[in-house]
């Protein structure tokens, strides 16, 4: 049961070398290319996805465990 990091940015970068570190293979969830740049840089499969618009359909979540470290939408937020 591989990790999926959806918002790996700073923290999910040090989650990630940790599992890399167990022999785990961790994907992470960005929204920029340059992001998925640097994760892939990491040796950590990337993916490019902003989850407040992209269809998340395509996320195959089973069998995985799954972080979520995404700021809140910023929509209804005042």
């Not at 940015?9 to 293979?25: C, D, T």
């Not at 994907?27 to 269809?55: F, H, K, M």
């Not at 998340?56 to 069998?63: F, I, M, N, R």
């Amino acid at each position: 049961m591989d990790p999926l990091i959806i918002g790996c940015g700073y923290v999910g970068i040090r989650l990630a070398r940790q599992y890399l570190k167990q022999g785990e293979h961790p994907a992470g969830v960005v929204v920029s290319d340059e992001s998925r740049t640097r994760l892939e840089a990491e040796d950590i499969t990337a993916r490019r996805l902003d989850i407040d618009s992209d269809d998340l359909g395509a996320l195959q979540l089973d069998g995985v465990r799954l972080f979520l470290l995404t700021p809140p939408a910023a929509v209804g937020n005042s």
